[in-house]
């Protein structure tokens, strides 16, 4: 934890309410994000109990798995799922736009909108990851068919998975995480995950405290866990007898249908306080002002999406079980580029975000006292504008002579350090040298340069472009790593089991 969120935190339990820790919302929200809820059964490894799913406050489904020990019923539930899925997804497939590439030679084209989807919390992506994998390999043919559109599913969920580890995307988004990014309250980051607590500390009703809110949202009975895990007490006292009846009505119509009403009211009533807190946590996302660069973090998922649906309508296989190891180093070295983008977009976007640095001495503020924005450097083969500005501060400067720094306000200019002069009462004098988003010719045109009286925000943090990192062809891993990875074989068919409710072998390492 940074020393501006463990500040954060020490006011929220001051205040008795959260507090903010960004301006802006540093994420994309869709217009018409799919809220997803699910529920999982305890003790079994990822079987879905029930789900409510949504594009809308209003237009809630609730899916269930009366039995879900029983594997065709987890299939039909899967099916169904599909059913909103996929719809949802074809729906952004309507309309692409042209995006220029190569310094606007050419153009490509990408779907204009990409789809969103939202969890109550990691819990939530872990679900879905672990549910794409165990239905992205399924066959619609063969020993223990599944409907058509099952495996599918399988592969965008897992194509969302994928997305939510990538720094900055916003595809698949955890409400839990979306807004402590956003707000500290001041209980533990384990309490953060309970999304009726933070809600309690977000938004506490009249004449509560965040502390008292986040209590009373404890009770299982007031406020059911957020899944996909269910309460215990709820599992041992209520769930159980709903199941076990609805087994014993298995030749009885009547009985059974009277059993399944019952199963999904008791769902219902555990998924319906969940939906409604989703809802009320994308209100208060929505009432931030989007960053300045979310959109183009946006513009990536589109890009993803675009491509990902181009494979499969090409008839591209499922995603592997594992990647190879040139594979794996690709992605990671992708994953650690977007990182390190994504922190410092967030910094130029906000300030709050950027006063983090200015604590550990990565940016300084200060005013211009001095400017020089005809000043040209002749000392070349030819002359190259070269303007100086000197910047006061009084803010501890670590940087060094010849150090390289960069503004929020202009991003694609340079300002090498020149002199830093300490001055009296404390405060610093940084003279620079400007280079860069000035125009080609001997004049800055105006607002290029900084002018006398500016704030100026200066930070070895760059958005610069990243070059990529240089990786052997999959056919030329090393032998330390394997070797070249064999042809990769099929999907196989399920395997025939002897138990009709077992699952096919899968494996899970």
């Known amino acids: 934890m940074s020393t501006l969120r463990a500040l954060a935190q020490a006011q929220a339990v001051a205040a008795g309410v959260a507090q903010p820790v960004a301006t802006v919302r540093h994420l994309h929200l869709a217009d018409r994000p799919l809220v997803l809820v699910p529920l999982a059964l305890a003790g079994e490894a990822n079987a879905p109990l ?44 309507g309309v692409s736009e042209a995006v220029p590439v190569d310094r606007g030679k050419d153009v490509r084209y990408r779907y204009a909108d990409a789809p969103q989807l939202l969890v109550p919390n990691p819990a939530g992506i872990t679900f879905l990851r672990l549910f794409g994998r165990s239905t992205r390999f399924r066959r619609p043919d063969g020993e223990h068919p599944v409907h058509p559109s099952v495996p599918l599913l399988g ?43 933070l809600l309690g500390w977000l938004d506490p009703p009249p004449g509560r405290t965040g502390a008292e809110a986040a209590a009373h949202a404890e009770d299982p009975a007031r406020c059911p866990p957020a899944g996909p895990a269910t309460d215990p007490d709820f599992d041992n006292h ?51 002002p989007p960053g300045a660069r979310v959109a183009g973090r946006w513009d990536g998922d589109k890009d993803a999406f675009t491509a990902h649906a181009e494979h499969v309508d090409a008839g591209g296989g499922p995603q592997p079980r594992r990647d190879g190891a040139v594979a794996a180093a690709v992605r990671l070295h992708r994953l650690e580029r977007a990182l390190t983008s994504y922190a ?13 640095h200015r604590l550990t001495g990565e940016a300084f503020v200060g005013d211009v006292t001095l400017a020089d924005p005809k000043r040209v450097d002749d000392t070349g083969k030819r002359p190259v504008l070269r303007p100086r500005i000197q910047v006061v501060t009084t803010e501890p400067v670590l940087v060094s002579v010849g150090a390289t720094l960069y503004s929020p306000a202009r991003p694609g200019q340079k300002a090498k350090v020149v002199f830093v002069t300490p001055a009296a009462d404390g405060k610093t004098e940084v003279v620079l040298e400007l280079s860069g988003g000035m125009g080609r010719g001997l004049s800055a045109p105006p607002g290029t340069v900084p002018e006398v009286g500016e704030r100026l925000c200066l930070t070895t943090l760059s958005d610069g472009f990243l070059p990529a990192g240089n990786f052997p062809a999959p056919e030329e891993t090393p032998w330390t790593h394997g070797g070249p990875p064999a042809a990769a074989p099929a999907p196989a068919a399920p395997l025939p089991v002897a138990d009709a409710d077992a699952d096919p072998a899968e494996d899970w390492s």
């Open 238 to 288: 209520r769930l159980a007898p709903a199941i076990e009846a609805y087994t014993r009505a298995e030749d009885d119509p009547v009985a059974r249908a009277a059993a399944y009403a019952e199963l999904e009211r008791l769902l219902r009533d555990q998924l319906t306080p969940t939906w409604e807190l989703m809802w009320r946590g994308v209100g208060l996302l929505r009432a931030l």
């Open 50 to 93: 029930a789900a409510l799913v949504g594009a809308a406050p209003d237009e809630a489904r609730l899916l269930v798995v009366p039995q879900p020990r029983n594997r065709d019923q987890r299939f039909a539930f899967a099916a169904e799922l599909a059913g909103i899925v996929l719809p949802y997804l074809d729906e952004f497939r």
């Open 344 to 356: 410092v977009q967030r910094a130029y976007d906000d300030p709050l975000v950027m006063a983090e």
């Open 155 to 197: 592969r965008w969920l897992t194509f969302f998975a994928e997305r939510a580890e990538h720094p900055g995307s916003a595809a698949l988004v955890a409400l839990t995480e979306a807004l402590t990014l956003h707000w500290v309250t001041g209980q533990s980051a384990v309490e953060d995950l309970h999304l009726p607590a």
